[in-house]
Protein backbone atom coordinates (compact mmCIF):
# COMPACT_ATOMS: atom_id res chain seq x y z
CA UNK A 1 0.00 0.00 0.00
CA UNK A 2 1.34 3.55 -1.14
CA UNK A 3 2.28 4.89 2.30
CA UNK A 4 5.02 7.79 3.09
CA UNK A 5 7.21 8.87 5.99
CA UNK A 6 8.69 12.19 7.39
CA UNK A 7 11.78 12.14 9.11
CA UNK A 8 14.70 14.96 8.81
CA UNK A 9 13.67 17.48 6.73
CA UNK A 10 12.48 14.74 3.91
CA UNK A 11 9.12 13.16 2.92
CA UNK A 12 9.47 10.12 1.28
CA UNK A 13 6.54 8.61 -0.61
CA UNK A 14 6.28 5.48 -1.70
CA UNK A 15 3.95 4.37 -4.35
CA UNK A 16 3.11 0.55 -3.86
CA UNK A 17 -0.16 -0.35 -5.56
CA UNK A 18 0.18 -3.84 -7.50
CA UNK A 19 0.99 -4.39 -10.50
CA UNK A 20 2.42 -0.98 -10.99
CA UNK A 21 1.31 2.22 -9.66
CA UNK A 22 -1.19 2.66 -11.67
CA UNK A 23 -3.34 5.82 -11.05
CA UNK A 24 -7.24 5.27 -10.93
CA UNK A 25 -8.99 6.79 -7.98
CA UNK A 26 -7.42 4.81 -5.55
CA UNK A 27 -3.99 6.16 -5.78
CA UNK A 28 -5.51 9.54 -6.76
CA UNK A 29 -6.73 9.24 -2.93
CA UNK A 30 -3.41 8.31 -2.03
CA UNK A 31 -1.73 10.99 -3.26
CA UNK A 32 -4.30 13.64 -2.20
CA UNK A 33 -3.50 12.17 1.26
CA UNK A 34 0.20 12.56 1.10
CA UNK A 35 0.15 16.29 -0.53
CA UNK A 36 -2.61 17.28 2.22
CA UNK A 37 -0.08 16.58 4.87
CA UNK A 38 2.78 17.91 3.31
CA UNK A 39 1.99 20.90 1.47
CA UNK A 40 1.82 23.53 4.48
CA UNK A 41 4.50 22.03 6.11
CA UNK A 42 7.22 24.10 4.28
CA UNK A 43 9.35 25.13 7.57
CA UNK A 44 9.99 21.33 8.81
CA UNK A 45 9.75 19.75 5.35
CA UNK A 46 12.27 20.78 2.98
CA UNK A 47 12.47 17.66 0.25
CA UNK A 48 10.04 15.37 -1.12
CA UNK A 49 11.37 12.04 -2.86
CA UNK A 50 8.42 9.85 -4.35
CA UNK A 51 9.99 6.05 -5.14
CA UNK A 52 7.91 3.08 -5.90
CA UNK A 53 8.13 -0.23 -4.26
CA UNK A 54 6.69 -2.24 -7.32
CA UNK A 55 9.17 -4.62 -9.15
CA UNK A 56 7.91 -3.18 -12.61
CA UNK A 57 8.57 0.36 -12.17
CA UNK A 58 7.81 3.24 -11.03
CA UNK A 59 4.47 3.80 -12.57
CA UNK A 60 2.65 2.46 -15.75
CA UNK A 61 0.14 5.37 -15.91
CA UNK A 62 -3.40 5.76 -15.78
CA UNK A 63 -5.66 2.82 -14.25
CA UNK A 64 -6.76 1.57 -17.87
CA UNK A 65 -8.62 -1.32 -16.49
CA UNK A 66 -10.64 1.05 -13.81
CA UNK A 67 -10.88 3.29 -16.95
CA UNK A 68 -12.96 1.00 -18.89
CA UNK A 69 -14.70 -0.75 -16.37
CA UNK A 70 -16.49 3.05 -15.65
CA UNK A 71 -17.06 3.49 -19.15
CA UNK A 72 -19.06 0.34 -19.68
CA UNK A 73 -20.67 0.73 -16.67
CA UNK A 74 -22.32 4.16 -16.94
CA UNK A 75 -24.06 5.46 -20.05
CA UNK A 76 -22.89 7.83 -22.40
CA UNK A 77 -24.38 10.63 -21.55
CA UNK A 78 -22.39 10.02 -17.79
CA UNK A 79 -19.00 9.75 -19.55
CA UNK A 80 -18.03 13.56 -19.73
CA UNK A 81 -18.73 14.15 -16.01
CA UNK A 82 -16.91 11.08 -15.00
CA UNK A 83 -13.75 11.74 -16.64
CA UNK A 84 -13.77 15.49 -15.92
CA UNK A 85 -14.50 15.08 -12.57
CA UNK A 86 -11.43 12.75 -12.18
CA UNK A 87 -9.12 15.14 -14.36
CA UNK A 88 -10.19 17.91 -12.23
CA UNK A 89 -8.88 16.17 -9.25
CA UNK A 90 -5.62 14.57 -10.94
CA UNK A 91 -4.69 18.16 -12.03
CA UNK A 92 -5.06 19.67 -8.88
CA UNK A 93 -2.98 16.99 -7.31
CA UNK A 94 -0.43 17.45 -9.92
CA UNK A 95 -0.31 21.01 -10.35
CA UNK A 96 -0.17 21.01 -6.42
CA UNK A 97 2.90 18.51 -6.64
CA UNK A 98 4.52 20.70 -9.13
CA UNK A 99 4.43 23.86 -7.27
CA UNK A 100 4.85 22.09 -3.64
CA UNK A 101 7.14 25.16 -1.78
CA UNK A 102 9.42 21.84 -1.18
CA UNK A 103 12.04 20.59 -3.33
CA UNK A 104 10.60 17.24 -5.08
CA UNK A 105 12.79 14.53 -6.72
CA UNK A 106 11.06 11.53 -8.45
CA UNK A 107 13.10 7.89 -8.13
CA UNK A 108 12.49 6.56 -11.02
CA UNK A 109 12.89 2.78 -11.93
CA UNK A 110 11.84 0.30 -14.51
CA UNK A 111 8.53 1.69 -16.10
CA UNK A 112 7.14 5.11 -16.14
CA UNK A 113 4.53 5.84 -18.71
CA UNK A 114 2.25 8.36 -19.65
CA UNK A 115 0.50 9.58 -16.32
CA UNK A 116 3.51 7.73 -14.69
CA UNK A 117 5.79 9.81 -16.69
CA UNK A 118 3.16 12.90 -15.70
CA UNK A 119 3.75 12.30 -12.47
CA UNK A 120 7.49 11.97 -12.45
CA UNK A 121 7.66 15.37 -14.61
CA UNK A 122 5.63 16.85 -11.80
CA UNK A 123 8.34 16.93 -10.15
CA UNK A 124 11.28 18.93 -9.59
CA UNK A 125 14.28 16.75 -10.51
CA UNK A 126 13.93 13.09 -11.43
CA UNK A 127 16.93 10.74 -10.60
CA UNK A 128 16.48 7.91 -12.81
CA UNK A 129 17.69 4.24 -12.15
CA UNK A 130 19.28 2.51 -15.52
CA UNK A 131 16.22 0.40 -15.88
CA UNK A 132 14.06 3.79 -16.81
CA UNK A 133 11.95 3.65 -19.48
CA UNK A 134 9.60 6.55 -19.97
CA UNK A 135 6.75 6.97 -22.83
CA UNK A 136 3.22 8.59 -23.60
CA UNK A 137 1.82 5.68 -25.16
CA UNK A 138 -1.91 7.87 -25.44
CA UNK A 139 -2.05 8.28 -29.03
CA UNK A 140 -2.44 4.78 -28.94
CA UNK A 141 -5.56 4.66 -27.42
CA UNK A 142 -6.84 7.74 -29.31
CA UNK A 143 -5.91 10.61 -26.81
CA UNK A 144 -3.38 12.99 -25.49
CA UNK A 145 -1.66 12.71 -22.14
CA UNK A 146 -4.52 14.00 -19.85
CA UNK A 147 -2.27 14.88 -16.30
CA UNK A 148 -0.74 17.72 -17.74
CA UNK A 149 2.21 16.11 -19.18
CA UNK A 150 2.78 17.45 -22.10
CA UNK A 151 3.00 21.32 -20.92
CA UNK A 152 5.61 19.93 -18.44
CA UNK A 153 7.80 18.60 -20.73
CA UNK A 154 7.39 21.78 -23.24
CA UNK A 155 8.80 23.71 -20.30
CA UNK A 156 11.40 21.46 -19.47
CA UNK A 157 13.03 20.54 -22.49
CA UNK A 158 13.04 20.82 -26.40
CA UNK A 159 10.26 20.83 -28.44
CA UNK A 160 11.22 18.40 -31.06
CA UNK A 161 11.30 15.88 -28.08
CA UNK A 162 8.20 16.41 -27.17
CA UNK A 163 6.71 16.01 -30.51
CA UNK A 164 9.05 12.80 -30.87
CA UNK A 165 7.48 11.48 -27.34
CA UNK A 166 4.27 12.64 -28.37
CA UNK A 167 3.73 11.54 -32.16
CA UNK A 168 5.73 7.98 -32.01
CA UNK A 169 4.38 6.95 -28.98
CA UNK A 170 7.95 5.48 -28.59
CA UNK A 171 9.74 4.66 -25.62
CA UNK A 172 13.06 5.82 -24.19
CA UNK A 173 16.03 4.77 -22.23
CA UNK A 174 17.06 6.63 -19.23
CA UNK A 175 20.01 7.67 -21.34
CA UNK A 176 18.04 9.03 -23.78
CA UNK A 177 16.31 10.47 -21.13
CA UNK A 178 19.27 12.61 -19.61
CA UNK A 179 20.60 13.76 -23.56
CA UNK A 180 17.10 15.41 -23.65
CA UNK A 181 17.09 17.32 -19.99
CA UNK A 182 14.16 15.39 -19.13
CA UNK A 183 16.62 13.74 -15.87
CA UNK A 184 19.32 15.11 -14.09
CA UNK A 185 21.35 11.81 -13.51
CA UNK A 186 21.41 8.23 -14.48
CA UNK A 187 22.23 5.96 -11.78
CA UNK A 188 22.57 1.81 -11.21
CA UNK A 189 20.08 -0.35 -10.53
CA UNK A 190 18.89 0.16 -7.15
CA UNK A 191 20.64 2.88 -5.58
CA UNK A 192 18.32 5.71 -6.98
CA UNK A 193 16.77 6.23 -3.80
CA UNK A 194 20.45 6.99 -2.20
CA UNK A 195 21.26 9.61 -5.13
CA UNK A 196 17.97 11.25 -4.47
CA UNK A 197 18.20 11.25 -0.47
CA UNK A 198 21.62 12.57 -0.60
CA UNK A 199 20.36 15.35 -3.03
CA UNK A 200 17.27 16.14 -0.16
CA UNK A 201 19.62 15.72 2.91
CA UNK A 202 21.71 18.84 0.82
CA UNK A 203 18.28 20.70 0.20
CA UNK A 204 17.64 20.67 4.10
CA UNK A 205 20.85 22.80 4.89
CA UNK A 206 18.79 26.00 2.92
CA UNK A 207 17.06 28.20 4.22
CA UNK A 208 13.14 27.44 4.23
CA UNK A 209 12.30 30.63 2.34
CA UNK A 210 14.80 31.39 0.43
CA UNK A 211 14.46 27.70 -1.36
CA UNK A 212 10.95 28.34 -1.91
CA UNK A 213 11.22 31.76 -2.94
CA UNK A 214 13.63 30.54 -5.27
CA UNK A 215 11.35 27.60 -6.37
CA UNK A 216 8.91 30.09 -7.72
CA UNK A 217 11.53 32.28 -9.15
CA UNK A 218 12.63 29.12 -11.40
CA UNK A 219 9.26 26.95 -12.07
CA UNK A 220 6.11 28.79 -13.18
CA UNK A 221 2.90 26.33 -14.08
CA UNK A 222 2.05 26.37 -17.83
CA UNK A 223 -1.56 27.19 -16.73
CA UNK A 224 -3.16 28.00 -20.18
CA UNK A 225 -1.52 24.81 -21.53
CA UNK A 226 -2.85 22.81 -18.42
CA UNK A 227 -5.83 23.73 -19.51
CA UNK A 228 -6.18 23.62 -23.06
CA UNK A 229 -4.50 19.80 -22.50
CA UNK A 230 -7.40 19.05 -20.51
CA UNK A 231 -10.07 20.46 -22.94
CA UNK A 232 -8.13 18.06 -25.65
CA UNK A 233 -8.58 15.08 -23.52
CA UNK A 234 -12.22 15.35 -22.84
CA UNK A 235 -12.71 16.05 -26.23
CA UNK A 236 -10.68 13.04 -27.88
CA UNK A 237 -12.25 10.95 -24.96
CA UNK A 238 -15.96 11.28 -25.30
CA UNK A 239 -15.37 9.40 -29.25
CA UNK A 240 -16.14 5.40 -29.40
CA UNK A 241 -11.91 5.18 -30.69
CA UNK A 242 -11.32 4.76 -26.56
CA UNK A 243 -13.25 2.36 -25.72
CA UNK A 244 -12.54 0.04 -28.72
CA UNK A 245 -9.06 0.93 -27.91
CA UNK A 246 -9.34 0.27 -24.37
CA UNK A 247 -11.28 -3.54 -24.92
CA UNK A 248 -7.94 -3.92 -26.81
CA UNK A 249 -6.32 -3.19 -24.04
CA UNK A 250 -7.73 -5.05 -21.37
CA UNK A 251 -8.23 -8.08 -23.34
CA UNK A 252 -4.62 -8.28 -25.12
CA UNK A 253 -2.35 -11.49 -23.84
CA UNK A 254 0.62 -9.58 -25.83
CA UNK A 255 3.45 -9.56 -23.30
CA UNK A 256 3.64 -6.04 -25.16
CA UNK A 257 0.04 -4.98 -24.61
CA UNK A 258 1.16 -1.04 -24.88
CA UNK A 259 1.72 -1.39 -28.32
CA UNK A 260 -1.19 -0.79 -30.83
CA UNK B 1 26.08 -17.67 -34.66
CA UNK B 2 26.90 -14.24 -34.60
CA UNK B 3 28.26 -12.22 -32.90
CA UNK B 4 25.83 -9.76 -31.85
CA UNK B 5 23.25 -12.68 -31.19
CA UNK B 6 25.89 -14.39 -29.02
CA UNK B 7 25.97 -11.29 -27.11
CA UNK B 8 22.26 -10.87 -26.71
CA UNK B 9 21.94 -14.26 -25.41
CA UNK B 10 24.83 -13.54 -22.85
CA UNK B 11 23.16 -10.63 -21.93
CA UNK B 12 19.66 -11.91 -21.24
CA UNK B 13 21.13 -15.04 -19.61
CA UNK B 14 22.93 -12.83 -17.20
CA UNK B 15 20.37 -10.14 -16.61
CA UNK B 16 17.29 -12.64 -15.77
CA UNK B 17 19.33 -15.56 -13.77
CA UNK B 18 18.97 -17.62 -16.49
CA UNK B 19 21.19 -21.15 -17.27
CA UNK B 20 22.91 -19.54 -20.73
CA UNK B 21 23.28 -23.76 -22.05
CA UNK B 22 19.63 -23.27 -22.29
CA UNK B 23 18.98 -20.19 -24.71
CA UNK B 24 18.90 -21.17 -28.41
CA UNK B 25 19.12 -17.88 -31.09
CA UNK B 26 15.92 -19.07 -32.76
CA UNK B 27 13.89 -19.57 -28.70
CA UNK B 28 11.06 -17.14 -27.96
CA UNK B 29 12.65 -14.66 -26.11
CA UNK B 30 9.82 -14.33 -23.43
CA UNK B 31 8.69 -18.32 -23.01
CA UNK B 32 13.00 -19.10 -22.82
CA UNK B 33 13.39 -16.46 -20.59
CA UNK B 34 9.80 -17.03 -18.46
CA UNK B 35 9.23 -12.95 -18.42
CA UNK B 36 6.34 -10.43 -18.04
CA UNK B 37 5.55 -7.28 -19.67
CA UNK B 38 7.39 -5.23 -17.53
CA UNK B 39 10.36 -6.57 -17.98
CA UNK B 40 10.40 -7.45 -21.37
CA UNK B 41 10.45 -3.23 -20.92
CA UNK B 42 13.57 -4.13 -18.88
CA UNK B 43 15.21 -6.21 -21.76
CA UNK B 44 14.75 -3.44 -24.64
CA UNK B 45 16.48 -1.10 -22.25
CA UNK B 46 19.36 -3.61 -20.82
CA UNK B 47 19.55 -4.09 -25.04
CA UNK B 48 19.95 -0.41 -26.11
CA UNK B 49 22.36 0.31 -23.27
CA UNK B 50 24.86 -2.39 -23.72
CA UNK B 51 24.80 -2.10 -27.84
CA UNK B 52 24.72 1.84 -27.74
CA UNK B 53 21.50 1.40 -29.71
CA UNK B 54 17.94 3.16 -29.80
CA UNK B 55 14.93 0.74 -31.09
CA UNK B 56 11.98 2.27 -31.18
CA UNK B 57 8.89 0.06 -30.06
CA UNK B 58 7.27 -0.50 -33.13
CA UNK B 59 10.41 -2.10 -34.63
CA UNK B 60 10.37 -4.55 -31.63
CA UNK B 61 6.92 -5.22 -32.27
CA UNK B 62 7.06 -8.20 -34.61
CA UNK B 63 10.42 -10.07 -32.83
CA UNK B 64 10.00 -12.77 -31.00
CA UNK B 65 12.88 -14.88 -31.28
CA UNK B 66 16.88 -13.90 -30.16
CA UNK B 67 18.32 -13.90 -33.52
CA UNK B 68 15.35 -11.77 -34.93
CA UNK B 69 16.55 -9.23 -31.66
CA UNK B 70 20.22 -9.64 -33.30
CA UNK B 71 19.10 -8.74 -36.38
CA UNK B 72 17.26 -5.53 -35.33
CA UNK B 73 20.22 -4.13 -33.17
CA UNK B 74 22.53 -5.12 -36.64
CA UNK B 75 20.49 -2.86 -38.19
CA UNK B 76 20.50 0.13 -35.74
CA UNK B 77 24.27 -0.07 -35.41
New interface residues.
Partial sequence: MTHWTIDAGIAHLVLDRP??NEIGTAMLADLERFLADVADREDDVAAVVISSAQ???FSAGADLRELYEGLRREPADRHESLLRSFLDRIHTVMDTLDMLPQTTIAVVH??CFGGGFELALACDLIVAE????F?FPELRLGLVPGFGGIPRLERDTHASVVRDLLF?????????ALDAGIVREVVPRGSGLDAAMAAARQVTKFDAETRARAKLFAKRLPVERLAEEKALFLELAQRDVLVRALERFVTSD??????P | MSDTVDKVLDLAAKHFGVDRSKLAPDADIFEALGIDSFQAVELTSEVELAFDVEIPDYELQPVRTFAELAAVIDKRR
Fill in positions: PCRGGGIRSARCTGRSINAKRDIRPYL
